[in-house]
């Protein structure tokens, strides 16, 4: 089963952009499912039928649709033992509202939606399997941890809450308690099982891709190289960008001259910055895209004949990883043969020259308070260490 995950920040197009992906794969004779998990659903909107929490067959062949309802899916998977935490925080004089917030781990409701992927690829019914909207920083965060189940104790120490630090204690003898051991102990190992099964399917490229919807202004171009950079960092393979809303050339207004212009800036540096990444222009439309007629259109300008499906990219074009006690990135640029490297780095982005090429990268929090000590050009990828000194001055 293929996965393809549409992210991007509010209002760009993913769930437009899902539900025309997953219209054209269907019409490929392709089995497919288009998921939301937004909590705002729009999908039943975009698609003009309404939709629940199961799968429900949309009307072309082998398209099916639903909107994750995550109370739901957290309920099922972790209620019980959300029960049994939040009665022992209140016995230990925490407030019903607070025990009930803390009982659950940020991030642990969309995890608990995603455990689904997991289950659709069990299952096998469906070819490709399309979610509108990835998961946020605090799910991607839960998902990449190795060991989660045994370090689930410790997790709780992480959240931001200062209260969490005076849980800690009452939580631990909790999971020592005869009372609850056995049995929270085993459904908190059985869930993060799953988890660690669902980053094995979400961190291979050839089983799954995250395509970033923006559109071609000012405001989302940082925001998207925030979320390309957290892909990357947590191990998914972004494989293509959409720029979605492209005023079309046949649009010969003078009112929109400065708009297309502007536009045409942006699309050159979304190019650029996403490098080697394949771009989708994707236009503006002459209405809202409602209903199947309209996003079928879509998906015709759209993809052409393209089959919108297979993998664009399977390599991570950005790498984070340690190397012999550095933090190191490394970025894959093709094209490029080498010569001298220049860094400069302003509060989390980081500048890099190397002959004509110049890129800008937006760091990952635990980067953005240190330094590039050097870079060098290896092959088509280039490599900069980081270290952990404060910043000189000049
Ligand atoms: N290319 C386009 N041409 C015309 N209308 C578009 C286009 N793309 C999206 N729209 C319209 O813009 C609105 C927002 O799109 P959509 O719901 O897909 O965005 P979203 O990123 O899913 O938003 P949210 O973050 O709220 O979930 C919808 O009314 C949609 O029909
Ligand atoms: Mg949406």
Do not use: C
């Amino acid at each position: 089963m293929r996965t393809i995950l549409f992210t991007g920040k509010g209002g760009v197009g993913k769930t437009t952009l899902s539900a025309a992906t997953a219209l054209r794969s269907a019409s490929l004779g392709k089995r497919t499912l288009v998921i939301s998990t937004d909590i705002a659903h729009s999908l039943a909107d975009a698609l003009d039928m309404p939709l629940g929490n199961d799968p429900l067959a949309v009307g072309p062949p082998g398209l099916y649709a639903a909107e994750l309802d995550t109370a739901e899916e957290l309920e099922r998977y972790w209620g019980e033992i959300k029960r049994r935490i939040a009665d022992s925080l209140r016995e230990r004089g925490f407030s019903p509202t607070v025990a009930g917030e803390l009982a659950v781990l940020p991030g642990l409701d969309e995890i608990v939606g995603l455990v689904r992927i997991k289950r659709y690829h069990d299952e096998g019914a469906y070819d490709v399997l399309i979610i509108d909207s990835a998961p946020t920083g605090a799910a991607m965060r839960l998902l990449s941890a190795p060991d989660l189940g045994q370090r689930y104790a410790r997790s709780m120490l992480t959240l931001s809450s200062g209260l969490a630090r005076m849980v800690m204690p009452s939580l631990r003898s909790l999971l020592k308690t005869p009372l609850g051991e056995g049995m929270v102990q085993e459904r908190i190992a059985r869930l993060f099982e799953q988890v660690r099964e669902l980053r094995e399917i979400l961190t291979d490229g050839e089983q799954t891709s995250v395509r970033l919807v923006l559109n071609p202004d000012h405001m989302s171009l940082r925001e998207t190289q925030r979320a390309y950079t957290y892909m990357n960092l947590f191990g998914l393979t972004v494989d293509a960008v959409y720029a979605n809303r492209v005023i079309p050339i046949e649009v010969q207004d003078p009112f929109f001259e400065d708009w297309k212009l502007d536009q045409a800036a942006h699309l050159e540096e979304i190019r650029h910055t996403f490098a080697p990444l394949a771009v989708f222009e994707v236009p503006l439309m002459r209405q809202e895209v409602v209903g199947l007629e309209a996003l079928g259109a879509l998906a015709e300008t759209l993809y052409g004949e393209r089959d919108p499906t297979e993998p664009l990219a399977t390599e991570q074009p950005l790498r984070f990883y340690m190397e012999d006690h550095r933090y190191m990135l490394a970025l894959r640029i093709p094209g490029v043969s080498g010569g001298s490297v220049e860094l400069s780095k302003q509060g989390d982005e980081l500048y890099v020259r190397l002959g004509r090429l110049r890129r800008s990268l937006v760091l990952p929090q635990y980067l953005a308070g240190m330094q590039p000590t050097w870079a060098r050009v290896e092959g088509n990828v280039l490599k900069v260490a980081f270290e952990d000194k404060p910043q000189s001055s000049g």
